[in-house]
């Protein structure tokens, strides 16, 4: 169940074959979330989820590339990462969440490995659910604060 995610090398490498577009990588990384949920939604994958995830960032802060022996959330937005080489501010997440990173614990991505961390099966599949929803529409922003989604004000 854990090759629903893929790891670092191929999602980047299905990005670049996918035309390496905003919308590839939108596409892509809704693809990592649902194998996340995919993940999330099984008994026996969540807890390995949870074993990986517990193991992993006592040794490493840094896991995108480590997939499946660590887990960091940012390997679900690699495409949107390497869109923007890595500039939040120009991301259409980063946009969104007042310029913050995704490395931030309360940023969009962030918030999923904070979810994992201490357990919160139910939470994180609500919040993989908006996380979709925020990626297809361009009038959701995340209030990293508050860490709940809002619709932009005109």
Not at 5 to 26: D, F
Request: hydrophobic share 35%.
């Amino acid at each position: 169940m854990l090759d629903k995610l893929l790891n670092y090398n191929n999602i980047y490498q299905q990005w670049l074959n996918n035309g390496s577009t905003k919308e590839a990588a939108i596409e892509l990384t809704i693809q990592q979330l649902d194998g996340l949920e995919e993940i999330a939604s099984n008994d026996e994958s969540w807890y390995e989820l949870l074993e990986i995830s517990a193991r992993g960032r006592n040794y490493d802060a840094w896991l995108a590339m480590d997939w499946p022996d660590g887990f960091d959330e940012l390997l679900l937005c690699v495409p949107l990462c390497k869109l923007v080489s890595w500039e939040c501010g120009k991301c259409t997440v980063g946009e969104r969440q007042e310029n913050n990173s995704c490395a931030h614990d309360y940023s969009l991505f962030g918030y999923i490995g904070e979810l994992v961390k201490n357990g919160m099966r139910d939470e994180l599949l609500e919040h993989i659910k908006g996380t979709r929803k925020f990626l297809k529409n361009e009038g959701f922003q995340w209030n990293i604060h508050k860490c709940e989604f809002e619709m932009n004000s005109l």
